[in-house]
């Protein structure tokens, strides 16, 4: 009777063997869902959507040096532009910076993730971020990406993109952006215009209205509706974007805001920019007496500045004369 009960060694091996498949079954048909097939290349890949930054309307970028606003006045906002900066001065910006800016978050390299959340937030620096680029697309899409931790000792830093939910351990970007100032983003040049852009250019004196100029299908013709030489308002033009400034005030003593202010308050010019895209005016200033801390003599200077006045561009007075047009001089 013991024998009959008791299996034989191939009966017992057998056994065995079908409980091993059995529970290799159950794992795979358990653990299946949960570990899908990844695509490393496709994780690793850039997270920053460049083909969506093609066509950029506004552009901020925010560092230690300050913060800098810059907008396209392209009509279709192409990245070549024109670009203006409108913060913190008035400045016509270096033809290549925006397309250098796109190609180098276009070849951002990713090493590694981490989690976003609040210590890793802290740890990378990317609470107090050494760099914040905003963009606005052509479909009121905003963007945001931050650099926090520059890693000197494995040579990487650490990203956020505001769409995605995740740390990015990357390569350092080409562009140096985080150190970038004022004179590595501007012209000397005061104005970007897009004549494709202009539907109507308006010049003001304190007697009022002393030049109008509008586009209508593609014609220039002044406030009477009379056609203007298509020739001469293009070098009109020219010579609007041909002024220069050769000195940019942005910090000013309480004494030099006061006199700035003063001067501003009753300019000798005004003049406004109609785009499809708004309004942009611009204030223009003798500064007759000079500025306390300056070697610049009197009567040898404007000042230019825009809506805001937080800060003032100077130009030489033989500049004065491009804002004396008359339309008489443009049929």
Not at 281 to 301: C, H, R, T
Request: glycine letters at 4%; charged letters at 20%.
């Amino acid at each position: 009777m013991k024998s009959i009960l008791r299996p034989t060694l191939s009966t017992a091996l057998v056994i065995c063997f079908s409980l091993i498949l059995i529970f290799l079954g159950l794992f795979a048909e358990v653990f299946e869902s949960e570990t899908p097939e990844v695509d490393l290349a496709q994780i690793y890949a850039n997270p920053i959507p460049v083909n969506e930054l093609q066509h950029i309307k506004v552009f901020k970028m925010t560092n230690k040096q300050g913060s800098f606003v810059l907008e396209n006045t392209h009509p279709t906002f192409n990245l070549e532009g024109p670009w203006q900066m409108t913060e913190p001065q008035s400045l016509k910006v270096k033809g290549n910076v925006i397309p250098k800016i796109l190609e180098s978050l276009n070849v951002l390299r990713v090493r590694n993730f981490h989690r976003l959340e609040p210590i890793n937030i802290t740890s990378f620096s990317l609470d107090n971020p050494n760099l914040t680029l905003q963009f606005t697309n052509d479909k009121n899409k905003n963007f945001e990406v931050k650099l926090g931790l520059i890693n000197p000792i494995d040579n990487s830093a650490y990203l956020t993109l505001n769409s995605q939910n995740q740390i990015y351990q990357i390569d350092p970007l080409e562009m140096a952006l985080e150190t970038y100032d004022i004179s590595q983003l501007v012209e000397s040049r005061v104005l970007a215009l897009n004549a494709e852009s202009l539907l109507s250019l308006e010049i003001y004196q304190s007697s009022g209205l002393e030049v109008k100029l509008l586009k209508k299908e593609q014609i220039w013709v002044d406030q009477n509706g009379i056609e203007l030489n298509e020739q001469k308002v293009v070098k009109f033009f020219e010579k609007l974007e041909d002024l220069k400034s050769f000195s940019i005030l942005s910090t000013l003593t309480p004494e030099q805001q006061k006199i700035m202010e003063a001067a501003i308050s009753t300019p000798r010019y005004t003049m406004k920019l109609i785009t499809s895209q708004g309004v942009r005016s611009y204030f223009v200033a003798e500064i007759k007496n000079g500025l306390p801390g300056m070697s610049v003599g009197k009567d040898q200077f404007l000042a230019l500045t825009t809506d805001d006045k937080k800060s003032f561009v100077l130009l030489e007075t033989d500049q004065l004369r491009v804002f004396s047009i008359k339309t008489t001089e443009l049929k």
